[in-house]
């Protein structure tokens, strides 16, 4: 049995839009989990890092027990002015909070955000810094992630560090508050350095080469290493991301079986 660890007190949490379709939809029997009750059970399935989603998860990977893992998309991201079943996507993974490289995938599902690829090797200058969330670096055990990270980097680079914080405000993040677009931080950037932020996304797209933790997205075709930051590799990325629009699906798609059925092709199911 899939146990679905939601916030049973808010009934308004964007999570029901994933949750109610994997309940009608999933290939085995559901129950919904209290997510602020340390409740260890698996399989299980988590949106975000809310509660105790994040302590309850460590626990599972310590026993190597099965999860699975939504949150916001790779491409698609929800408007709260605008929200419909069919025009926002949620990410899934299992045993990880990112999606992971699959090699092989159509170019429908990323076509369709028709989104370009852009050059941005004329001049390259600052590392730009795109810290993920609080809850990102708590569930890492690394809340000191940024002023660690640009001691590091210090070592071994004097070039200029510009820091972008996640944009945030009337009860969102991401994109949609961002007062500056990541596309102009990103302009004549050497490189850009994260954690686990869906910024890596964009910086590929801009040929950016990208510093990583191992569990990001990106970490299987970028760097993980900030001791080679004067020596970033970059790689392609349309497999990737391919992949990870077959990874990412809307609250109509887990409602009407396409979720699953791609999840099972893939053999992520």
Same mark, same amino acid.
């Given at each position: 049995?899939?146990?679905?660890?939601?916030?049973?007190? =808010? +009934? *308004?949490? #964007?999570?029901?839009?994933?949750?109610?379709?994997?309940? @009608?939809?999933?290939?085995?029997?559901?129950? &919904?989990?209290?997510?602020?009750?340390?409740?260890?059970?698996?399989?299980?399935?988590?949106?975000?890092?809310?509660?105790?989603?994040?302590?309850?998860?460590?626990?599972?990977?310590?026993?190597?027990?099965?999860?699975?893992?939504?949150?916001?998309?790779?491409?698609?991201?929800?408007? =709260? +002015? *605008?929200? #419909?079943?069919?025009?926002?996507?949620?990410?899934?993974? @299992?045993?990880?909070?990112?999606?992971?490289? &699959?090699?092989?995938?159509?170019?429908?599902?990323?076509?369709?955000?028709?989104?370009?690829?852009?050059?941005?090797?004329?001049?390259?200058?600052?590392?730009?810094?795109?810290?993920?969330?609080?809850?990102?670096?708590?569930?890492?055990?690394?809340?000191?992630?940024?002023?660690?990270?640009?001691?590091?980097? #210090?070592?071994?680079?004097?070039?200029?560090?510009?820091?972008?914080?996640?944009?945030?405000?009337?009860?969102?993040?991401?994109?949609?508050?961002?007062?500056?677009?990541?596309?102009?931080?990103?302009?004549?950037?050497?490189?850009?350095?994260?954690?686990?932020?869906?910024?890596?996304?964009?910086?590929?797209?801009?040929?950016?080469?990208?510093?990583?933790?191992?569990?990001?997205?990106?970490?299987?075709?970028?760097?993980?290493?900030?001791?080679?930051?004067?020596?970033?590799?970059?790689?392609?990325?349309?497999?990737?991301?391919?992949?990870?629009?077959?990874?990412?699906?809307?609250?109509?798609?887990?409602?009407?079986?396409?979720?699953?059925?791609?999840?099972?092709?893939?053999?992520?199911?």
């Amino acid at each position: 049995m899939l146990s679905i660890y939601a916030p049973i007190e =808010n +009934q *308004n949490s #964007k999570c029901w839009s994933v949750f109610e379709g994997i309940q @009608k939809t999933w290939p085995e029997s559901t129950q &919904i989990v209290n997510n602020t009750k340390n409740l260890v059970k698996s399989p299980a399935m988590f949106w975000g890092l809310v509660n105790l989603n994040s302590d309850i998860i460590h626990q599972l990977e310590q026993n190597k027990q099965d999860y699975y893992f939504t949150d916001t998309p790779y491409f698609g991201r929800f408007d =709260n +002015q *605008n929200l #419909k079943k069919d025009n926002h996507y949620w990410r899934f993974s @299992k045993n990880n909070i990112h999606a992971k490289l &699959i090699n092989g995938c159509p170019a429908d599902r990323f076509e369709k955000f028709n989104v370009k690829f852009e050059d941005n090797t004329t001049s390259r200058s600052h590392i730009l810094i795109c810290p993920s969330s609080a809850g990102i670096h708590r569930y890492l055990d690394h809340n000191t992630w940024l002023d660690d990270t640009i001691n590091e980097i #210090k070592k071994y680079t004097d070039r200029p560090i510009k820091v972008r914080i996640k944009p945030r405000g009337r009860g969102t993040s991401g994109p949609s508050e961002a007062k500056v677009p990541l596309s102009e931080d990103l302009k004549n950037a050497f490189c850009c350095v994260t954690s686990c932020s869906i910024s890596a996304v964009e910086s590929l797209m801009m040929r950016v080469p990208v510093f990583c933790h191992k569990k990001s997205f990106a970490a299987e075709i970028s760097n993980t290493d900030l001791s080679q930051i004067e020596n970033p590799v970059y790689q392609d990325p349309t497999e990737l991301l391919r992949g990870l629009c077959y990874q990412q699906f809307t609250p109509e798609e887990y409602e009407n079986g396409k979720a699953v059925s791609i999840l099972k092709d893939f053999k992520i199911l």
